[in-house]
């Protein structure tokens, strides 16, 4: 029975009054991040499972452990506490109780210990400013934008007349807001707004304060509310403070319900990639404490503080001694684990060069100081271990993008791991053969509505780009050898089926895909002893920026008298990919160079069939980020259309907005009969890859007999978490409410790389030939010719600059690319363009000079 | 500068007392699920982001809107509230809550509808009876066991006097403690203890009520505290409730730092593959469902309910009157929530038939009735869609381990979805080459100090078994190179490298994966028109029981008159794999018979030579289940080594604890210099795929060119999520802490499959042959000649009948198997073994019956 529900009532109606939302987590990519923070020292982040747990008390107890241990050992120490969102000020101020309580507490303990201590609030709304100064004080001041000030408010003491060594406790408050209320709801109130990255920025000058001090160091980052209550701009505060992933402890509940709002709020950190070293709670009797151990499997302590006393009046002396060992332990906890930490980050790379055997890497050219080691990722930033200054870890821009998969934003990668999680947590992984479930489902559906188009209708899932077009292959002979019965009657041995393909084409490493591209430094019988090149492999024309004007460069059999000039150089992109083309008489000559290298061929014994043809559409990836003159291919196409050639296209690396569109076939205006995705279709996280067919394809598979069927299949053939990701990130890049870049009604990034800036690029003398498509920007660095190609080092130096600027790249022999996200700002495209250009004017003195010296 | 951190105390100190910690989510497994509910109607989980938010004020308002709406439009409508687990009973219950309300509600509302409402609590503890019905009463009652007893506490009334078509409210508490504390506590300290799997069984139960009545029927679970409270055993509620995943209502905190609170619930649901249909909260007049709803990006309604009277004496009234309009939104949300999932499940099974093209299969032959709608899976069970009986969601034991790679029980399940969770949001992916990050360094140094152990020095990483393997043979193949170094002084054209491989062999789809095998039905012209078997077959002995007995079966080129008949049968599986073989006369027959085969021999053009022996080790996977004589393959180890050919072990099937051990190696007692691992490696969660190698195989690729390196790579290599898994999963499978079928301090798991039973089954008429080891067991059928092999669809109506029974099974052509996970308690194999046995002699009734009306 069906229950006919009724009529919905919008659920809105029943919020007062519709507010602007608060645009979440869309912040950290205005700009090419400089985040960073040392690991000279430890520094955790405080967190709570709700407001009014006494993470403030637990501060304290840190802040006194820490400087009663150095002060009793006689060594001198510093303790940094920084509170970044304050509510309730003045009369609330964290770190004024911590600035106050810390003095008593030394006194008490160890009265001959000295201690300096100071207390500084940074910005101020102008209504708590009043509330502490007086109405007329704050007029006269001058204040900054956005509805802060800096009032100067600071205060310091020393305590104690002993003869040790001094200690020094720094307290900072860095934006302070009148209401007790959340941040977001106080910015709004007083009118004091702070974006994320301000208060990143500044978090990180404040954080720098520790660093190059003599003795033992240790901040604390003290959170506001619960761990997922919104900061100033209306971002969790979880995600907030993500960029810089600090450790955490956690302060838990210990009430009634305090063990379930405890364990969400450590499932909440978890699943944004905080470490939590340790869970502390007050004791009220329940013992919480023994759930929440079992739940951890006692991985992570769990630490029981005594009842707090209720009376406002109790100085908390007593507690503060009773808790004495508690901290003492917490602290102990802390430092075990930062040093762990570092030890670890040290071994990394030394680790790494004996067990990993890293792919398309000559182990004899990479030093243990080249090895990177990546503590985490955030978006399009590695968050990145260097050795310097003591250590530090520090944000560099990923632009080889993880090797041609990434797209996610910091806000998507947070989205896309939740899903994984509940996708995990709901699936696990089920077969896919007869079978479906409701990741797969969408996501077939989703590829069919999207790249599929117009001509696809059934979806073959795989694991990656090499598998897909093996299936590929497989579905391109049986359609070919269905549309020429006659071939099957002749002896199997007679006949050899081959692919039309460019030369410099890459379709993966095994060993079908391998067969489909023409020989090539991956193939040679050293590196895969099976490869035969079964192919009619074409030169084609290639395309790219020189001095500022788009060419096509010509292979040598096409040297053809009749081509007009204007027919091969342009002044703007859009003009190569114009239609129009189809009517030049360059369009004619192609098709005639296409049709004689069509013609069939008999080899030595068997007769040769061109049974598929096989391209990456626009771009050719590993061949050099080559740009096929797209007429060329269309044209190549159409003749093999004619032929019933089926034709393959690869997207595996041009797909999904790689090139500024969903498909690169759009950029062509024609369909292919197969298509194969793979890289950015799961947004880049995880290996998931589709080959789409026409429902012709298909037919030639459907028979009485299983062994009539496409008999080739990965276990986790559609495996649910990879289709759930590749939903989600398909969906996210196409909305232009969750991506930016999309132009609004068009399939379509906007220009991501600064047409001028790249023009610039293209005059300069290092430079060989430039493209710029999409997400991609590649160059050609001009070498001689025996410095050329795969096995080339030339740029390695250039590179090596780059990544002290924070870019990562990584070279494809001369040839260098950077690559950003579907939603990055083209903010943080042209910065890098700008650093790029700054550094090969270096890199060309430098080559002269090394010239000059030989 | 690092810290030298204090001596650390043990945190437990700080825990008053060490107690017994609750075996968390080692439930659902311990007997086959027969779990199901129906979808007849609406059923909904009430979850709350703490205790005190109002969640029974939130069912009541429910119910009364149900029963409300049904009365006004003269249908007639039943309403049914559960609560299993409360505490604080009597004085407390939830349900007797709704009883008295609901009443009054409609009363005030439409007086003229009659309501026959009744309220039942099934199980109290004794102390909680003490206090309801006084000491003396409750000791002369007949008490079931575990310290609860049914003391018929049962209400009912009837209201209303009109004409109207009667409605029903029924209310059920079943299970009750008396103290007002968490039901794990509760449990302890009035010792009445209740299992998970009872409380299932129970809730089972009691959703049936619904099934079948007429008019509108709506169900409602009331869980107690937050989302994360636990329940009696300890178990998280969320863990516990999870085997049903029913659809959720989350009632949040309106309150300061509530925000943080809902979204960590709301967090920790669907990491656990909730579905929150919508969150509900009170006014605190802070807007909390602002930034929720920003949170969410509109996606899951938040709906905000007026102020919740303080004032005990308050009947409420008012309060539901002014709530009246929220309530019908909700219920509105619910009910169309409900019927788009239950449309969704109809027609998924036709939209995948139309745009799936699975592997593996022939379409034709897959009607839309044979579809399984998978609706998630919990531990080794699916949860799947049956249409019968107005529809159900039903649990079936995934017997062939989702296509061989499954492993996680319902436990490990949850702890891998969340740290993927983790992982993803941690590191999303970053490129490997020459990096280093945490997941890929503490997996390869599990996988070397777990499989490659003693053998093994480096780790490549890639997606799935077939580039694994596609790997090994250019490991294989350049380390024979480089130990022939003569080789590559001839022409590439004059010599071939080929493999020694077993028929019946299968090491994946990929091209260089399908040379290796010999010829099959996977193989042909039609199949792969580039298949060339580069390989030197060898036709192995294969071991099975056969009545009891574990007997080999040799090769027409092995049937040798030395053979001694007690070499060739034995009444163990031990006996078989008994290293003291090696001494038999077998033994050296064999070797004998292995030197012949491996004599080098020239092909028409090419010299062949002998590059790499690649076995499955023990069993061999697609080519039936078949177990190849354990010492036959030692002895073609032992004699390729002699002769430098490189060693492959493709373990994708048969490794991480497929066959009871981590590697099956160990069952050989013979080490590789290559072999290959994937499938169970991440717990059958996500691809991931690994070529270990010795030291020796890996510098036979080092030099000074970049050319020299391995040029075999894919995007996704060692990508983040994949290797987290595998270590998580690695670890979990070998410890007998988490694993309880692996036998203390020997590295092997406990026998899975009842000796006896298999025995039995070995005799069963219908039954060829037998193999149980490790988590498979298999079986072939007795059938006639030309119904044998990968085509046969023999099996079919058996496997049917078997999915009826809860066990989802699939052919392998005329065998079958049944695989569970490292962790699968062997009374659930027992369980499924007796079913198959029944049903194999239906099947056989049914083959005679079909045999004589022929």
Same mark, same amino acid.
């Given at each position: 029975?069906? #229950?006919?529900?009724?009529?919905?009532?919008?659920?809105?109606?029943?919020?007062?009054?519709?507010?602007?939302?608060?645009?979440?987590?869309?912040?950290?990519?205005?700009?090419?991040?400089?985040?960073?923070?040392?690991?000279?020292?430890?520094?955790?982040?405080?967190?709570?499972? /709700?407001?009014?747990?006494?993470?403030?008390?637990?501060?304290?107890?840190?802040?006194?452990?820490?400087?009663?241990?150095?002060?009793?050992?006689?060594?001198?120490?510093?303790?940094?506490?920084?509170?970044?969102?304050?509510?309730?000020?003045?009369?609330?101020?964290?770190?004024?109780?911590?600035?106050?309580?810390?003095?008593?507490?030394?006194?008490?303990?160890?009265?001959?210990?000295?201690?300096?201590?100071?207390?500084?609030? #940074? /910005?101020?709304?102008?209504?708590?400013?009043?509330?502490?100064?007086?109405?007329?004080?704050?007029?006269?001041?001058?204040?900054?934008?956005?509805?802060?000030?800096?009032?100067?408010?600071?205060?310091?003491?020393?305590?104690?007349?002993?003869?040790?060594?001094?200690?020094?406790?720094?307290?900072?408050?860095?934006?302070?807001?009148?209401?007790?209320?959340?941040?977001?709801?106080?910015?709004?109130?007083?009118?004091?707004?702070?974006?994320?990255?301000?208060?990143?920025?500044?978090?990180?000058?404040?954080?720098?304060?520790?660093?190059?001090?003599?003795?033992?160091?240790?901040?604390?980052?003290?959170?506001?509310?619960?761990?997922?209550?919104?900061?100033?701009?209306?971002?969790?505060?979880?995600?907030?403070?993500?960029?810089?992933?600090?450790?955490?402890?956690?302060?838990?509940?210990?009430?009634?319900?305090?063990?379930?709002?405890?364990?969400?709020?450590?499932?909440?950190?978890?699943?944004?990639?905080?470490?939590?070293?340790?869970?502390?709670?007050?004791?009220?009797?329940?013992?919480?404490?023994?759930?929440?151990?079992?739940?951890?499997?006692?991985?992570?302590?769990?630490?029981?503080?005594?009842?707090?006393?209720?009376?406002?009046?109790? &100085?908390?002396?007593?507690?503060? !001694?009773?808790?004495?060992?508690?901290? !003492?332990?917490?602290?102990?906890?802390?430092?075990?684990?930062?040093?762990? $930490?570092?030890?670890?980050?040290?071994?990394?790379?030394?680790?790494?060069?004996?067990?990993?055997?890293?792919?398309?890497? $000559?182990?004899?050219?990479?030093?243990?100081?080249?090895?990177?080691?990546?503590?985490?990722?955030?978006?399009?930033?590695?968050?990145?271990?260097?050795?310097?200054?003591?250590?530090?870890?520090?944000?560099?821009?990923?632009?080889?993008?993880?090797?041609?998969?990434?797209?996610? &934003?910091?806000?998507?990668?947070?989205?896309?791991?939740?899903?994984?999680?509940?996708?995990?947590?709901?699936?696990?992984?089920?077969?896919?053969?007869?079978?479906?479930?409701?990741?797969?489902?969408?996501?077939?559906?989703?590829?069919?509505?999207?790249?599929?188009?117009?001509?696809?209708?059934?979806?073959?899932?795989?694991?990656?780009?090499?598998?897909?077009?093996?299936?590929?292959?497989?579905?391109?002979?049986?359609?070919?050898?269905?549309?020429?019965?006659?071939?099957?009657?002749?002896?199997?041995?007679?006949?050899?089926?081959?692919?039309?393909? #460019?030369?410099?084409?890459?379709?993966?490493?095994?060993?079908?895909?391998?067969?489909?591209?023409?020989?090539?430094?991956?193939?040679?019988?050293?590196?895969?002893?099976?490869?035969?090149?079964?192919?009619?492999?074409?030169?084609?024309?290639?395309?790219?920026?020189?001095?500022?004007?788009?060419?096509?460069?010509?292979?040598?059999?096409?040297?053809?008298?009749?081509?007009?000039?204007?027919?091969?150089?342009?002044?703007?992109? !859009?003009?190569?990919?114009?239609?129009?083309?189809?009517?030049?008489?360059?369009?004619?000559?192609?098709?005639?160079?296409?049709?004689?290298?069509?013609?069939?061929?008999?080899?030595?014994?068997?007769?040769?069939?061109?049974?598929?043809?096989?391209?990456?559409?626009?771009?050719?990836?590993?061949?050099?980020?080559?740009?096929?003159?797209?007429?060329?291919?269309?044209?190549?196409?159409?003749?093999?259309?004619?032929?019933?050639?089926?034709?393959?296209?690869?997207?595996?690396?041009?797909?999904?907005?790689?090139?500024?569109?969903?498909?690169?076939?759009?950029?062509?205006?024609?369909?292919?009969?197969?298509?194969?995705?793979?890289?950015?279709?799961?947004?880049?996280?995880?290996?998931?890859?589709?080959?789409?067919?026409?429902?012709?394809?298909?037919?030639?598979?459907?028979?009485?007999?299983?062994? /009539?069927?496409?008999?080739?299949?990965?276990?986790?053939?559609?495996?649910?978490?990879?289709?759930?990701?590749?939903?989600?990130?398909?969906?996210?890049?196409?909305?232009?409410?969750?991506?930016?870049?999309?132009?609004?009604?068009?399939?379509?990034?906007?220009?991501?790389?600064?047409?001028?800036?790249?023009?610039?690029?293209?005059?300069?003398?290092?430079? $060989?030939?430039?493209?710029?498509?999409?997400?991609?920007?590649?160059?050609?660095?001009?070498?001689?010719?025996?410095?050329?190609?795969?096995?080339?080092?030339?740029?390695?130096?250039?590179?090596?600059?780059?990544?002290? !600027?924070?870019?990562?790249?990584?070279?494809?022999?001369?040839?260098?690319?950077?690559?950003?996200?579907?939603?990055?700002?083209?903010?943080?495209?042209?910065?890098?363009?700008?650093?790029?250009?700054?550094?090969?004017?270096?890199?060309?003195?430098?080559?002269?000079?090394?010239?000059?010296?030989?």
């Amino acid at each position: 029975m069906f #229950l006919q529900p009724p009529p919905l009532l919008l659920f809105t109606h029943f919020l007062r009054r519709r507010r602007r939302l608060p645009h979440l987590l869309h912040v950290h990519s205005s700009s090419l991040s400089t985040l960073s923070h040392t690991l000279s020292h430890p520094i955790y982040t405080i967190w709570a499972a /709700n407001t009014g747990l006494g993470k403030t008390l637990v501060s304290a107890g840190i802040a006194a452990s820490s400087i009663l241990s150095s002060s009793s050992s006689s060594t001198s120490s510093k303790f940094l506490y920084i509170k970044p969102l304050q509510t309730g000020f003045p009369l609330d101020s964290d770190a004024a109780f911590v600035y106050r309580k810390i003095p008593q507490i030394l006194q008490r303990r160890n009265p001959r210990s000295t201690l300096l201590a100071s207390n500084q609030t #940074l /910005n101020v709304s102008i209504p708590a400013a009043k509330m502490k100064l007086g109405h007329n004080l704050v007029q006269g001041r001058d204040l900054s934008k956005n509805g802060f000030g800096d009032f100067g408010f600071y205060e310091e003491r020393k305590v104690g007349e002993g003869e040790g060594v001094g200690s020094e406790l720094i307290c900072k408050t860095i934006f302070a807001w009148k209401e007790a209320i959340s941040p977001h709801l106080a910015t709004e109130r007083e009118g004091a707004v702070v974006g994320d990255s301000d208060v990143l920025e500044l978090l990180k000058k404040c954080l720098e304060i520790g660093v190059g001090s003599e003795g033992r160091v240790l901040s604390l980052v003290e959170t506001a509310g619960g761990v997922a209550s919104p900061g100033s701009s209306g971002s969790l505060q979880c995600d907030l403070y993500r960029p810089f992933r600090l450790p955490s402890i956690l302060v838990g509940d210990g009430r009634l319900g305090g063990i379930s709002g405890t364990i969400s709020a450590y499932e909440s950190l978890t699943i944004r990639g905080y470490d939590v070293v340790a869970i502390v709670l007050e004791d009220h009797g329940l013992e919480n404490e023994v759930p929440l151990l079992s739940y951890l499997r006692n991985r992570v302590p769990v630490l029981v503080l005594p009842s707090i006393p209720k009376d406002p009046l109790d &100085n908390l002396m007593e507690w503060f !001694d009773e808790s004495q060992s508690v901290f !003492d332990s917490l602290k102990g906890i802390m430092l075990s684990s930062y040093k762990k $930490q570092v030890d670890r980050l040290h071994e990394m790379p030394k680790k790494a060069q004996e067990i990993f055997w890293w792919p398309f890497t $000559q182990h004899k050219l990479v030093s243990q100081e080249k090895v990177t080691v990546i503590d985490s990722r955030c978006g399009e930033n590695f968050a990145v271990h260097k050795v310097k200054d003591q250590g530090c870890i520090t944000q560099m821009f990923d632009a080889c993008a993880s090797w041609w998969t990434q797209g996610p &934003n910091a806000a998507l990668q947070i989205k896309l791991a939740r899903e994984m999680g509940y996708t995990a947590a709901r699936f696990g992984h089920v077969m896919f053969p007869e079978n479906v479930y409701e990741p797969a489902l969408e996501c077939a559906e989703l590829v069919l509505e999207g790249v599929g188009k117009g001509w696809a209708s059934r979806v073959y899932f795989s694991d990656n780009g090499s598998t897909a077009i093996e299936i590929a292959l497989k579905m391109a002979f049986r359609k070919f050898l269905a549309d020429n019965k006659l071939l099957l009657d002749l002896d199997d041995s007679s006949i050899e089926l081959k692919v039309v393909a #460019l030369r410099g084409s890459y379709h993966g490493d095994t060993l079908g895909a391998m067969d489909a591209q023409a020989p090539s430094p991956y193939t040679g019988f050293l590196q895969q002893p099976w490869y035969t090149g079964r192919g009619f492999f074409l030169d084609p024309p290639f395309v790219s920026m020189c001095d500022g004007v788009w060419k096509i460069a010509f292979p040598k059999k096409l040297h053809h008298e009749d081509i007009i000039l204007e027919d091969t150089s342009f002044n703007s992109r !859009d003009q190569v990919f114009s239609k129009s083309r189809d009517d030049s008489s360059l369009a004619s000559i192609y098709s005639t160079y296409i049709s004689q290298e069509l013609l069939p061929s008999s080899g030595s014994r068997k007769i040769s069939h061109a049974g598929a043809l096989i391209i990456e559409p626009v771009i050719q990836g590993a061949g050099g980020m080559l740009m096929v003159d797209p007429l060329f291919q269309r044209m190549l196409v159409k003749e093999c259309k004619s032929r019933k050639i089926p034709v393959i296209f690869d997207e595996v690396f041009t797909g999904y907005w790689r090139l500024g569109v969903e498909s690169a076939a759009e950029l062509l205006f024609c369909q292919p009969d197969i298509a194969c995705f793979a890289k950015l279709m799961t947004g880049g996280m995880i290996p998931l890859a589709i080959t789409l067919a026409t429902n012709d394809v298909f037919e030639s598979f459907v028979g009485d007999s299983k062994l /009539n069927a496409l008999l080739h299949g990965h276990s986790y053939s559609a495996h649910a978490v990879g289709c759930a990701t590749a939903c989600n990130s398909i969906k996210w890049f196409k909305d232009s409410q969750t991506n930016p870049n999309v132009i609004l009604g068009q399939n379509l990034l906007r220009e991501l790389w600064d047409t001028e800036l790249v023009r610039k690029i293209s005059f300069h003398p290092a430079v $060989q030939r430039v493209v710029s498509l999409g997400t991609l920007f590649a160059l050609e660095l001009k070498v001689e010719d025996y410095d050329a190609g795969y096995a080339s080092l030339c740029g390695t130096s250039l590179l090596l600059k780059l990544r002290e !600027d924070g870019i990562y790249m990584r070279p494809l022999g001369n040839v260098i690319y950077m690559m950003c996200g579907p939603c990055t700002s083209p903010r943080v495209c042209s910065q890098m363009l700008e650093t790029l250009y700054t550094r090969l004017d270096e890199f060309r003195q430098e080559n002269i000079q090394k010239a000059n010296e030989i």
